[in-house]
């Protein structure tokens, strides 16, 4: 797990005017990060709460999600990196903000030094738990730009730090590996399934293997079987079949090897071979 702490994340927003806090579509309670939300309004930046992989879901279901956030006083916008639904809404979003920034502060007095310092720019910080989509989010506002989106030179390879991209002349994004806190692993650990990093930092995936694996079936009964043709509903059964059919056997003893298992389910999750999606709380068909 990637931990970073509160006071880096802070410094980074405080270098930001715009933050996306990038969430899943499919798991929106437990991939947003109230605290972050927070710490960024009383900041005074804007916060657009970006619900992503709405491919994933119902058009219905994303929608009352959105409501949901709305009803919060915060703004949500859906999207898909996938099918790019959004996209040019999210960008749309973000240069008008851009635009009245650089005005507002032209008039400023001081605005002959902030122009210096900043070349008029503004920079929105790409934030969220890992896996939520935030770089393809961010490549998929740069597909729809064209040319000159290419990532800052010196800024490192991939998100293993933060990088930075021009998305238009007066607007940078700055992508982060997925890093906030997760803070309540200890006691709720459906969320720290959802919200655990790539399988292979993990020490043991099969205990959150096993959350997801029960969540998925409370969610949607036919998400085990669709993804690996197992019928059984005993997490700890299921990962053992998975194993099985793949031959994944330890030499020692030949049992069944659940932690390479464990690992592909979450993965599964991940990229949505494992399908399932959580409701808004009031939804009614
Ligand atoms: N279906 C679907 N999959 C998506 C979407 N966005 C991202 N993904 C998938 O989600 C996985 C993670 O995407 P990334 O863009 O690497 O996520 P990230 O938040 O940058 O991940 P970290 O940097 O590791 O925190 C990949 O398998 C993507 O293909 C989307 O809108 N729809
Ligand atoms: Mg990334």
Not at 188 to 199: E, K
Not at 247 to 267: H, K, M, N
Request: glycine fraction near 8%; proline fraction near 6%; include cysteine.
């Amino acid at each position: 797990m990637r931990i970073v702490r509160w006071e880096q994340i802070a410094k980074m927003v405080d270098g930001a005017d715009i933050v996306l806090e990038v969430i899943d579509a499919r798991e929106p309670e437990y991939t947003r990060s109230r605290r972050l939300e927070g710490h960024v309004l009383k900041r005074g930046k804007v916060l657009m709460v970006v619900l992503n992989k709405c491919d994933l879901v119902p058009q219905g279901i994303a929608y009352g999600w959105v409501e949901r956030f709305s009803a919060e006083g915060l703004t949500c916008i859906c999207t898909s990196s996938k099918s790019m639904e959004g996209i040019d809404r999210l960008r749309g979003l973000m240069l008008r903000y851009a635009r009245s920034r650089s005005r507002a502060r032209r008039m400023h007095a001081r605005s002959a030094l902030w122009m210096a310092v900043t070349g008029g720019k503004s920079v929105a910080l790409v934030v969220g738990y890992p896996k939520t989509g935030k770089s393809s989010l961010i490549n998929a506002l740069r597909r729809r730009h064209g040319a000159g989106t290419s990532p800052v030179p010196g800024s490192p390879g991939y998100t293993r730090g933060v990088q930075a991209f021009r998305i238009a002349d007066n607007l940078y994004m700055y992508d982060t590996p997925g890093m906030l806190p997760v803070e309540i692993e200890h006691v709720d650990p459906v969320a720290y399934a959802v919200r655990c990093a790539a399988p292979e930092e993990l020490s043991d995936p099969v205990e959150p293997a096993c959350r997801l694996l029960e969540r998925a079936l409370i969610y949607n009964p036919d998400a085990v079987k669709d993804a690996y043709g197992v019928s059984t509903t005993n997490p700890y059964e299921i990962l053992e079949e998975i194993a099985r059919r793949r031959g994944w056997f330890y030499r020692s003893d030949g049992e069944p090897l659940l932690e390479e298992a464990a690992r592909t389910v979450i993965r599964d999750y991940h990229n949505a071979r494992l399908r399932f999606y959580i409701p808004p709380p009031d939804h009614h068909h």
